[in-house]
Every structure is written in C-alpha cells, then in structure tokens.
C-alpha cells in the first residue's frame, strides 16, 4: 500500500473544497477513489460542525452552479442548431 504525505492529504482535501467530485481528484491524480473518500471522511470529523454546514452549503451551491452551466451550453447548442434551420 502506497504512504502518502500530510501535505498531499491536505491538497486532496482542499480540491474537494474548492469544489471538485472526490471521484474527479482521484483520476486526475490516478489514486483510488476509496483512498480519497477515507481522507474526505476524516477532515469532515475534525471540523467544526458550522464550518462544516458553511462547507455544505458551499458544495451544494457549486453544484448547481454547475448545472445551471451545463444547461446554458445545451441552450446556446440548441440554439445554434435550430437557427441554422431553413
């Protein structure tokens, strides 16, 4: 099994933070997804529960943050097609 330094942890973490899919981290940094959901469980532990709901609600709004993008670049696809249309 692979050892990993505090330092790496902590950037892992800190990408989940800022918003990324546990799951994007693990593949981008060709790591088990098991791996980085045991480091991502562990920091949730350790912080305090309203800085934990902030760091929810941070993600949530990210999330649909996203969506919302993936649906204005449908649109604007969508858009651009049927105005090529006779």
Same mark, same amino acid.
């Given at each position: 099994m692979k050892q990993f330094s #505090?330092?790496?942890k902590n950037?892992?973490?800190e990408r989940i933070r800022n918003g990324e899919t546990q799951m994007?981290?693990?593949k981008s940094l060709?790591?088990?997804c098991k791996t980085v959901n045991s480091w991502w469980r562990k920091?949730?532990?350790e912080l305090p #529960?309203?800085?934990l709901?902030?760091?929810q609600e941070i993600a949530r709004l990210k999330k649909l943050l996203r969506e919302r993008e993936a649906e204005?670049?449908?649109l604007k696809k969508a858009t651009a097609y049927f105005a090529k249309m006779p």
């Open positions: #505090q330092e790496f950037s892992v973490i994007g981290v693990a060709e790591i088990s920091a949730k532990e #529960q309203e800085q709901s902030a760091e204005i670049d449908f």
